[in-house]
């Protein structure tokens, strides 16, 4: 252990230890709800996850209730949170851990990382939360701490992950280190670094450098998609909807059929919703013909999972209330 290493060490469990934020998944190290935090967490901000954190165990208490739930069930609770592949994964794992471990969360690295949609990183982060394990995490938050610490901004995946685990070594609790290196990425050493504030600027061989090379983000290439949204829509039936293919966007999830356009219609778009890669341009046509194939009249949207973007565009038209309860259907 070199000085320096000690002496940052020393210096950000100190912070931690006054400055750290109070979150409900930081009061516990009891294996499900941490697992379920990871997992919203994963490009999800704090203050949109912490309500519906709180709410999903009023639905899901315990891994039993998540594994015998429709997976119609689990995405709707995880309605608005986006990257919905992570409540199908977050189902398949409970029913894995139910039949494999007797509904027992696993308590060893491997298995943990063998469950469906839990990571390195997510696995380092339960093992050291739950069961004092010395599994670094490498989130995109210590991913840039570690590149200033060492100058490093190009560093590999795999040297971050040899920094991430000779710091853990060093550090006397796993946990309250791993839950240290987040918090200060996710508060002092954002994108826009606050060095001045750092606990550990005296130990990190770029503190107050501003240089182009330190903003570790890559500019994303954003796809412009145009689709057709088709509103069969019957005053005593509802609203026709079709579950969406699991392998795409809004996976799994219900919707009105759509279809995609090859190019921008003239008209302007009823709503545009953005991805992380793509902006989804929504243009609204109401049908009259009976609708055809797999699909089924929703009268209530309560039992039914919707995308985000097709709420806000249904919205748009009237056609369902603040509580998400379908409206309108007369006049149309």
Request: with cysteine.
């Amino acid at each position: 252990m070199t000085n320096s290493s000690s002496a940052r060490c020393k210096s950000l469990l100190g912070w931690y230890r006054r400055h750290a934020r109070i979150l409900p998944w930081r009061e516990t190290c009891e294996p499900y709800p941490i697992w379920i935090s990871e997992i919203m967490l994963q490009q999800t901000q704090v203050q949109t996850v912490l309500p519906r954190y709180r709410q999903w165990f009023d639905i899901f208490p315990d891994i039993a209730s998540l594994a015998n739930a429709s997976v119609d069930t689990v995405l709707k609770c995880w309605q608005g949170l986006g990257y919905y592949r992570r409540a199908r994964l977050l189902h398949q794992a409970a029913r894995h851990i139910m039949q494999q471990h007797q509904g027992h969360f696993p308590q060893q690295f491997d298995q943990i990382l063998a469950l469906p949609g839990i990571g390195k990183s997510t696995a380092g982060a339960i093992a050291s939360f739950c069961f004092a394990a010395r599994t670094p995490v490498l989130d995109g938050n210590v991913k840039r701490v570690l590149r200033r610490w060492h100058a490093l901004p190009d560093a590999s995946e795999r040297m971050l992950w040899q920094q991430a685990q000779a710091a853990i070594d060093i550090s006397p609790d796993p946990a309250i280190w791993n839950q240290a290196m987040m918090e200060l990425g996710a508060t002092r050493c954002g994108r826009t670094p606050d060095c001045a504030a750092c606990p550990v600027r005296r130990h990190c061989a770029s503190a107050f450098q501003q240089a182009p090379a330190w903003n570790t983000s890559r500019k994303t290439t954003i796809q412009h998609v145009h689709w057709q949204v088709h509103l069969h829509l019957h005053p005593e039936r509802g609203i026709w909807l079709v579950r969406r293919e699991e392998n795409g966007i809004w996976g799994g999830l219900w919707a009105p059929p759509i279809t995609e356009l090859p190019r921008a219609p003239a008209q302007s778009p009823c709503h545009i919703h953005p991805l992380t890669h793509r902006r989804l341009h929504l243009y609204a046509l109401h049908r009259h013909e009976t609708p055809s194939g797999n699909g089924q009249w929703c009268r209530h949207l309560t039992t039914h999972a919707l995308p985000t973007g097709i709420l806000r565009l249904l919205r748009k038209h009237r056609l369902i209330d603040a509580e998400h309860r379908l409206c309108g259907l007369d006049e149309q």
